[in-house]
């Protein structure tokens, strides 16, 4: 027996209890356990196999580390098999998450009991790949073709009562796994119960699959894994068991062998490695108990919404009464959405928004919170009064933060006496939504305030990065130049509205031009006065048609015009009639003859600029680790996660070929296409962004 299994008679029952910490992870040695187990019980003369999880979960599914080697026997889909085939009664306990492989085995027991905090599920497709352990042969036998279609294609978590109603469950009680499990398996062993084998009940009838597969396929946005796993339940419906599962097991091996399964994989370790910082190894937080949030405009209030949400009390600090009471309204309404949709109950939503938030117009309401976030206006002028105010007001060790998208830290932190305890911390606007937090590291900042910045994400659910300073830190920064390859493309011929296309069907959420009209084209208007007033290289390009846009009224949806016309009602738009003249204007202007441009070519330069400027951060860096700007992408930018993130997607078309497609372009535009010196190193010496993941692990 392998040690991963522990083996234990209680009178006709044997137990096969899982010990692979962290979430018994379905490794060989597991496998193995579990195979040898079942032998073992057999020869033993037990009458029943009670089959657990030691510590916080029943087996999490296959163990996600050994993909992409070479896989070793026994495979999971002979051990359900196994399991199954047991004369015994089977039956499986489960309690935390009971995921893909793990809910597969419980699929091959013959029965199922679970306590109530239990979750179940197939998220296989999350991470590229789908159910291969029978998942898609025995779930729709169990719960018909509806359900578990959504259940495979949705990858989602489900509760144990509704696991229970789906009828995946057979009983749902209070107790540790061993216990329940126990009293099941002698209960049935007591009523002469006889073993129950999923695969030996009859298969539902097959539906329209193929108009199911392309529904899923476009739902998925690119994502194939999802639509492959129709296909799967398709074999289910139409041939025998057996035969089913080897149909599982190609399209199993189909998607192992993909690119998208690597891209899925590696933002599944990628969001975990984040916020795990050599630097920060044994560095407790300071204490959160009380925040402040300077400024009541969305951002504010939605960071203010998060922070009430996750049990901080906020003190919300306005220039004026008025605009205190309307971040108040901004914060409840926020707060509303959570109440609508039942994640407060009425009495929460009345303390959040009375006891936990304090609104206030004066400095001095600041002098006893832990840290405040500052979301004033974006003015270097502006946030240097706020600091030197706050130094003042502020007790000893309160952590001074700004929520600036692009200022410099260091400067901000040089008009306090305590710039050790200065960070900047950048949400992405609705704050209270978006999951992205970047923690920006100042040259003087402390180490246990770095800390707090992490630990304050954890509570606010966010995923967090570390930034250094620069202009935009790490998305905005690279963003400004995507966006820039972007506009020089529409100079030289492309339009806006196949720009977006083309990235859309690359997988991206929205399209650059979309996404401008969302944030306010404004925004994109102010920061190009801005860098025009600080000096542009003179071998920039410079392009006028959309600041004249703005000049006439166009910006975004705020105003119902951008690149898009918003008719009421509907989030996407229809080009605008007004876009393409200014276009054109400004292409005879500086006398450019449009050509034409392929989709494939837009999406090659957008995303070459994309990588390129990503590996100056990571040179320079501002971000420490390839991983950590493929996690701020994906979270805050709609980068499509099946794809990993920019430099996983670089790693996977190879850097030489994207690299000789700068040094070709810089032809035409050397200034824009310089190639970053950390690309040109890695393709000299033949290693990936990924090799540096793995150094700096
Ligand atoms: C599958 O089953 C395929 C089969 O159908 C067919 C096969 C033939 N393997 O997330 P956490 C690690 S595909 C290896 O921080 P939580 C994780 O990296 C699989 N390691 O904790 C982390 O390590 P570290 C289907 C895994 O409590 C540690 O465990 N199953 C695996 O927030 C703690 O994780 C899934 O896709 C794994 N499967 O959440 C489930 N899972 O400490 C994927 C986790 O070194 N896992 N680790 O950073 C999850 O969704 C969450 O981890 C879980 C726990 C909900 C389980």
């Known amino acids: 027996m392998s040690e991963a299994i522990g083996y234990e008679r209680v009178g006709d029952i044997a137990i096969l209890a899982a010990n692979n910490p962290p979430v018994n992870a379905l490794g060989h040695d597991v496998r193995n356990g579990l195979v040898d187990g079942i032998a073992r019980a057999e020869a033993d003369g ?44 089977v039956v499986s306990a489960l309690h935390g998450t009971a995921l893909g492989g793990g809910l597969e085995i419980a699929l091959g027991s013959h029965f199922r009991i679970a306590v109530p905090t239990a979750r179940v599920g197939l998220p296989e497709v999350l991470i590229g790949v789908m159910p291969g352990a029978g998942g898609t042969q025995r779930l729709p036998r169990l719960v018909g073709v509806d359900v578990a279609v959504d259940v495979i294609t949705s990858g989602r978590q489900i509760g144990a009562k ?56 476009q739902k ?40 998208q399964r690597q891209g899925m994989i590696h933002a599944f370790f990628s969001e975990r490695a984040v916020g795990k910082l050599p630097e920060l190894k044994g560095v407790a937080p300071r204490n959160l108990n009380a925040v402040g949030v300077i400024g009541g405009g969305t951002m504010g209030a939605g960071i203010a919404t998060a922070a009430l949400l996750s049990g901080l009390s906020v003190v919300m600090l306005e220039m004026t009464a008025e605009a205190a009471e309307a971040a108040r309204g901004r914060i409840e309404s926020n707060l509303g959405g959570a109440l609508k949709r039942g994640k407060l109950s009425q009495a929460q939503f009345e303390d959040l928004t009375t006891k936990a938030l304090t609104l206030a117009t004066d400095y001095a309401a600041l002098g006893d919170v832990d840290l405040v976030i500052e979301a004033v206006f974006e003015d270097m002028g502006v946030k240097k009064q706020v600091f030197t105010q706050l130094d003042a007001v502020c007790k000893p060790g309160a952590i001074l933060a700004s929520n600036t998208s692009y200022l410099d830290i260091n400067e901000i932190a040089a008009c306090t006496k305590r710039p050790a305890d200065v960070i900047g911390l950048h949400f992405f606007s609705p ?7 970047e923690v920006v590291v100042a040259d003087k900042t402390a180490a246990d305030v770095v800390a707090t910045g992490f630990a304050l994400g954890n509570r606010l659910k966010k995923t967090s990065v570390r930034a250094g300073v620069c202009d935009g830190f790490i998305g905005n920064r690279i963003l400004s130049t995507y966006r820039t390859c972007a506009d020089h493309m529409i100079l030289d011929g492309a339009t806006p ?23 306010g084209l404004d925004i994109g208007w102010a920061v190009r006065k801005r860098k025009r007033a600080e000096g542009v290289d003179p071998r920039a390009r410079d392009f006028t048609y959309a600041d004249k846009l703005c000049e006439d009224g166009h910006f975004g949806q705020k105003t119902g015009t951008g690149y898009y016309v918003y008719q009421a009602g509907k989030r996407a738009g229809v080009p605008n009639p007004d876009v393409m003249p200014l276009i054109e204007a400004d292409r005879a202007a500086q006398g450019l003859t449009p050509r034409d441009f392929s989709d494939d070519e837009i ?30 992408l994906l979270y805050g930018y709609g980068f499509p996660r099946y794809r990993g993130g920019p430099l996983k997607w670089a790693d996977m078309v190879g850097l030489p070929g994207l690299l000789s497609d700068m040094q070709d372009w810089a032809k035409e535009d050397g200034y824009f296409w310089q190639p970053a010196p950390l690309l040109e190193e890695l393709v000299a010496e033949g290693r990936t962004f990924d090799d540096l993941n793995k150094e700096t692990a």
């Not at 704050?431 to 937090?437: C, G, R, S």
């Open 46 to 89: 037990a009458k029943a196999v009670l089959i657990y999880g030691e510590g916080k979960t029943y087996f999490a599914g296959a163990d996600i580390r050994e993909f992409g080697k070479p896989p070793t026997q026994p495979f999971l889909p002979d051990v359900c098999t196994r399991i199954e085939a047991s004369p015994l009664i």
């Open 162 to 217: 509704e696991a229970l109603a789906m009828g995946v469950l057979d009983r749902v009680v209070e107790g540790t796994p061993r216990e329940i499990g126990l009293a099941y398996a002698q209960e049935l062993l007591d009523s002469g119960a006889e073993r129950r084998a999923i695969s030996e009940m009859p298969a539902p009838e097959a539906v329209d699959f193929d108009a199911l597969y392309n529904m899923v396929l």
């Open 220 to 259: 998925g946005r690119g994502q194939i894994a999802p639509a492959l796993a129709v296909r799967g339940v398709q074999a289910c419906c139409e041939l025998p068991f057996e035969e089913g599962m080897k149909r599982e097991r190609e399209l199993f091996m189909e998607l192992m062998a993909s690119d």
């Open 431 to 437: 704050a209270h939504v978006m999951k992205l937090l």
């Open 497 to 519: 509205y196949q720009i977006d296309k083309a990235l859309t069907d690359f997988g991206f959420a929205m399209g650059p031009y979309a996404v401008a009209d969302l944030a």
């Open 603 to 632: 999406v090659r330069r957008y995303m070459a600029a994309m990588v390129n400027e990503a590996a100056k951060v990571v040179g320079e860096g501002i971000a420490r680790r390839p991983l950590d700007v493929d996690v701020t």
